[in-house]
């Protein structure tokens, strides 16, 4: 298809006959990674609980430019916590935390595009 200088070509490829997860054989473990796994299935888990990007945007970890991130991993927070903001058709949202715990993990990078749903931060309860 061409249209105003510009060419688009479309074509379809062949499925291959066996895919190639059904061609090769899952890994087994190691004898010392499954008993590591087992031993490591009888400490008591921590409750994890992540805090998800209400709406899409750009992601920001700092309040305004220049200053430092809100938040970091391994930083305390409280329910209600002001831990980043989202910029969506240029209005600034404040993400709040909906619970109190420990940051064990910040899933995007400053200035990233998220959608809504995204999983921005995941909490450890103190517990």
């Known amino acids: ?73 391994g930083d305390v927070i409280e329910e209600g916590q002001k831990i980043g903001v989202l910029e969506a058709m240029k209005t600034f949202n404040v993400v709040e935390s909906d619970r109190a715990g420990r940051i064990v993990q910040i899933a995007f990078d400053d200035h990233a595009a998220v959608q809504s749903g995204d999983v921005l931060f995941v909490l450890e309860d103190l517990g």
């Open 1 to 73: 298809m061409e249209r105003d200088g510009v060419r688009i070509r479309m074509s379809r490829q062949a499925a291959p006959a066996q895919s190639t997860s059904q061609a090769q054989p899952s890994p087994q473990p190691a004898a010392g990674t499954a008993a590591s796994s087992n031993s490591a299935s009888t400490a008591p888990s921590i409750a994890r609980h992540t805090i998800r990007a209400p709406l899409s945007g750009v992601f920001y970890r700092s309040g305004t430019e220049g200053e430092p991130p809100l938040v970091s991993v």
